[in-house]
């Protein structure tokens, strides 16, 4: 190779030597330059490639000072910011949309580097005949650095940044995923950041249903999107559009027929508010964000407990489960909760009926009373402060209203938290389980007078609940109103043993384990029997449909009085699930399928969504527990003696102990076989300390 170089170097020696003197003269001047030129060239290629090299790749996926939120399988959200992000897959987006784009923006996108050498120098000369910086000739590569990466300003520094960062995203980037980054970024007025949001929020629709128009629209309005605004600027909007529509033809993305029957369409927006799909996921995580007190861009991700794709079903579930129960109650709501046992994490949550048209969140911050789906709590909570009540004989039969001031000072309490057939008194006793069993309102309350009401509200309220529980004895039938994802947490402990699980969260955190709130022995007794309740015939048929019969789930429906919320709430090893529905306010559920609202149940309004949620999470495959125990001849017992018209029919029946829990005020102490009252009647079971709630 050497040889080589001082051969070549000899003959331009001896052909020099042939030249005029001034000739070789003028050739070592321009060498010299050259020389200059090609090392100052060097230079600035050198710093500017070390410049672009130091710059995180990642940005092309989030925004400037930005914290990107993603689900727990690594799938983009959003963003933390107020800027509406609805990140789209480019199989989501129409060819429509992209060919315009392309067209509008960067004919040659599929041919360049990174830059378009012919952009370029038609930039430069408008440049030059203007005396300033006037036009970028920007690529749409370009572009997604420019706004990736913050370059602000217009001067050469900039663009030269610009262009090297291009060829860098080009060299490690294929085109689908640049397309890709700059369509979910790409800034197009009203707080929209991505074609996904300003889809939804100029024409109200996901980006896919775009048409030809629409399309058109948006790649029309990017170089300036707040002067060509659609909602504010129709008629430039429209101008714009036509040219759109006129590269499109140029490129030949469309024939020139396409072209003008879009052109003599009208601009038509459905400016939408609020616009991104993940509404309750997106809004909890900027809540969580705010509630942290961290600042955009710090930390740059931000991964969430919740999953996308479980999300989108969530919100199909809860709308075609509302839209069934109830089709001309467009005011029925419904929440849906799903935690991890043991870490807290929040794995699925949804929080109303419709983003767009109720934000509120009620999974996270709706405070309803639980009513009887309460109770499995409440006897838990007993078993823990008087182990000894657990197979002590109460009375079956009615119990003045005075007793748990539900309903008014007159008449007797009704047995509404029933599922099946109508509860039929035998005048004789019930344990604590069958009570349980059966959704009994009157032996729950002789059982939490038993307990002491004080003891009894002590005990749960290390539940953690925020919300005070009434002082009467309401409380034990679920009149006190929790808030809906404390309630979750606290049903945790029936299938933790007695422990809550950590505090819920929607952010991946350090698992921490909770302290213990119920005597294990206690709530091995409650499960076993929310065990086999679900097994009872009116749970049979939503449970089959969707694979869960005989999985020895521990489930439990409930609802208030007056039925105004329904709710099923159950768990197996892993998971808890609670489903919620009913009005913000005191409305009574009434759905479709049945005559009067007072037939709604717990099964029939709130057990259907929650078993196709819980399939959904368990995969169709929940952990359940063995049980052992048999399944309970009440399930399948025939309907026993009714109240007929207000009035009480009763047997009395020689009770199987001399030891009962409660006080029947409609018998007797000397009547032939009454019941005798081993524990005397609570001073403040006779005399109410507030006025009655009836509603």
Same mark, same amino acid.
């Given at each position: ?104 923006? !960067?004919?040659? /996108? ?25 036009? $970028? ?58 074609? $996904? ?11 896919? !249903? ?78 969580? /964000? ?129 599922? $099946? ?26 059982? +939490?007078?038993?307990? $002491? ?22 409380? +034990? ?136 949620? /819980? ?81």
């Amino acid at each position: 190779m050497l040889p080589r170089l001082l051969l070549l170097l000899s003959h331009v020696r001896a052909r020099y030597g042939r030249l005029p003197r001034w000739l070789r003269f003028m050739g070592g001047v321009c060498a010299v330059f050259a020389f200059i030129g090609l090392l100052a060239f060097g230079l600035v290629w050198h710093h500017y490639a070390s410049l672009a090299a130091t710059f995180d790749m990642s940005a092309l996926n989030r925004g400037q000072n930005e914290t990107l939120i993603v689900d727990a399988k690594g799938e983009p959200i959003g963003s933390a910011s107020e800027i509406e992000r609805e990140l789209v897959t480019i199989e989501d987006v129409p060819t429509t949309l992209t060919d315009a784009i392309i067209a509008t923006e !960067d004919a040659r /996108f599929f041919s360049h580097h990174g830059y378009d050498v012919i952009g370029l120098t038609r930039a430069a000369v408008k440049n030059f005949t203007a005396k300033g910086i006037r036009q $970028g000739g920007s690529t749409i590569t370009q572009q997604l650095a420019r706004n990736a990466f913050g370059l602000q300003g217009r001067s050469y520094e900039r663009k030269l940044t610009e262009i090297f960062l291009a060829m860098r995203i080009e060299r490690e980037c294929t085109k689908e995923q640049i397309l890709t980054y700059y369509l979910n970024r790409i800034y197009l007025g009203t707080g929209c950041s991505g074609v $996904g949001a300003a889809a939804r929020c100029y024409f109200g629709k996901d980006v896919h !249903d775009l048409t030809l128009v629409e399309s058109a629209t948006l790649a029309g309005i990017i170089k300036a999107p707040v002067s060509y605004s659609p909602i504010t600027q129709p008629a430039l909007a429209r101008q714009k559009r036509d040219l759109s529509l006129q590269r499109m033809v140029e490129t030949k993305s469309i024939t020139q027929a396409e072209a003008d029957a879009a052109k003599a369409q009208p601009l038509v927006t459905r400016h939408d508010k609020a616009r991104v799909r993940t509404g309750y996921m997106l809004a909890a995580a900027r809540s969580e /964000f705010q509630r942290l007190g961290l600042k955009p861009g710090t930390p740059p991700e931000m991964t969430m407990t919740l999953r996308l794709t479980w999300q989108h079903k969530l919100d199909a579930l809860v709308r075609q489960h509302l839209e069934h129960l109830a089709p001309e109650d467009k005011a029925l709501q419904g929440a849906v909760i799903v935690l991890d046992n043991h870490s807290g994490a929040i794995l699925a949550m949804q929080g109303g009926r419709d983003f767009t048209t109720s934000p509120f969140n009620r999974a996270l911050e709706g405070v309803r009373p639980p009513g009887t789906s309460f109770l499995p709590l409440v006897y838990a909570a007993a078993l823990t402060a008087q182990p000894d009540v657990t197979d002590a004989p109460q009375i079956d039969g009615p119990l003045d209203n005075k007793q748990a001031m539900i309903g008014g000072l007159t008449g007797t309490l009704g047995e509404w938290g029933a599922e $099946g057939e109508p509860v039929a008194y035998t005048g004789g006793t019930i344990t604590p389980m069958e009570s349980l069993l059966e959704n009994r309102t009157a032996a729950t309350v002789r059982m +939490a007078y038993q307990v $002491g009401l004080d003891p009894l509200r002590t005990a749960l309220n290390r539940c953690a609940f925020t919300t005070p529980l009434r002082t009467e004895a309401a409380f +034990a039938l679920g009149q006190s109103p929790l808030r809906l994802i404390e309630f979750a947490r606290a049903f945790t402990a029936i299938a933790n043993d007695g422990r809550l699980c950590a505090t819920p969260h929607l952010l991946l955190a350090p698992s921490v384990r909770s302290t213990e709130v119920f005597a294990p022995a206690a709530v091995s007794h409650v499960r076993e029997t929310l065990i086999s309740g679900m097994e009872r015939p009116e749970y049979r048929k939503p449970l089959l449909a969707h694979g869960l019969a005989n999985k020895s789930i521990a489930g439990y429906g409930g609802i208030t009085y007056d039925r105004t919320d329904a709710w099923f709430i159950g768990a197996d090893r892993a998971l808890t699930c609670l489903v919620w529905i009913g009005h913000d306010k005191d409305q009574p559920i009434s759905a479709k399928s049945t005559a009067t609202a007072a037939t709604v149940t717990a099964a029939t309004a709130a057990l259907p969504l929650w078993s196709a949620v /819980f399939a959904m999470v368990t995969e169709g495959k929940p952990r359940g527990w063995d049980s052992k125990a048999p399944a309970s001849p009440l399930l399948a017992a025939p309907p026993r003696a009714l109240f007929v018209e207000g009035e009480a029919r009763i047997v009395p029946v020689t009770p199987l102990s001399t030891v009962v829990v409660g006080h029947d005020p409609y018998q007797s102490a000397s009547a032939p076989g009454a019941v005798p009252a081993a524990v005397p009647v609570p001073q403040e079971a006779v005399i109410p300390k507030a006025i009655p709630v009836t509603r």
